[in-house]
């Protein structure tokens, strides 16, 4: 049975850090891209960022929202993908969502993920 | 505003059929990208609908079914029941942003 659990969220004030964990089951996850969605209360989904596997240099990506402020990092060895998020705001808060790509194409969705993770900033 | 449009809300009464559109542009879905629907419920993991424009995972009941021309997709659901009241996205990638793109979600509710 494939799992994403999900661990680190919290209350952080502004201009704070948090780092989200998601540690992954029942598939290689060495092979896979890992993704972070989230959603903040009454709005929609949005894409965060990802971490593409070995083969694929480990590359990153992020929305532009995010960009210089989260770093996305992996441990193939513990099959866990992270969240580094500096410098956070009230815009921010949102529950943060760690998912699996499918593939890693541009035709990819999103199969399995996490059971998502509370972060609230605020002072 | 998001960069894939989907309509704020949709009703029907059991029983009925509904469609919930998302509109794209050349970049995303005009591009020839897939389109995928998720179903959310507050609270919980986002869980895939439809995969491929029109493709089911096992579990999903034929009553759903996914179609896409040109810059639109749209999702349907035939046979509405109470079960099928949440919030639906659809998913595709853009080019120019570089990074999969989501619907800004429609609400169902079953009337």
């Known amino acids: 049975e494939v799992q994403l659990v999900q661990s680190g969220g919290g209350l952080v004030q502004p201009g704070g850090s948090l780092k989200l964990s998601c540690a992954a089951s029942?598939?290689?996850?060495?092979?896979?891209?890992m993704h972070w969605v989230r959603q903040a209360s009454g709005k929609g989904l949005e894409w965060v960022g990802r971490?593409?596997?070995?083969?694929?240099?480990?590359?990153?990506a992020y929305a532009a929202s995010v960009k210089g402020r989260f770093t996305i990092s992996r441990d193939d060895s513990k099959s866990t993908a992270y969240l580094q998020m500096n410098s956070l705001t009230t815009e921010d808060t949102a529950v943060y969502y760690c998912?699996?790509?499918?593939?890693?194409?541009?035709?990819?969705?999103?199969?399995?993920w996490g059971q998502g993770d509370l972060v609230t900033v605020s002072s | 505003q998001s960069v894939l449009t989907q309509p704020p809300s949709v009703s029907g009464a059991p029983g009925q059929r509904v469609t919930i559109s998302c509109t794209g542009s050349?970049?995303?879905?005009?591009?020839?990208?897939?389109v995928h629907w998720y179903l959310h419920l507050p609270g919980t993991a986002p869980n895939l609908l439809m995969f491929?424009?029109?493709n089911r995972p096992s579990g999903v009941p034929d009553r759903f079914s996914g179609s896409k021309s040109g810059t639109s997709a749209s999702l349907a659901i035939s046979g509405l029941q109470s079960e099928d009241e949440a919030d639906y996205y659809c998913?595709?990638?853009?080019?120019?942003?570089?990074?999969?793109?989501f619907g800004g979600g429609t609400k169902l509710t079953v009337v």
């Open positions: 998912t699996r790509r499918s593939g890693d194409n541009s035709q990819s969705y999103f199969d399995y």
């Open positions: 998913l595709s990638y853009d080019s120019s942003l570089s990074g999969p793109v």
């Open positions: 971490i593409r596997s070995k083969p694929n240099s480990y590359a990153t």
């Open positions: 029942g598939f290689t996850f060495s092979g896979s891209a």
């Open positions: 491929g424009n029109n």
């Open positions: 050349s970049s995303n879905i005009g591009a020839d990208y897939d």
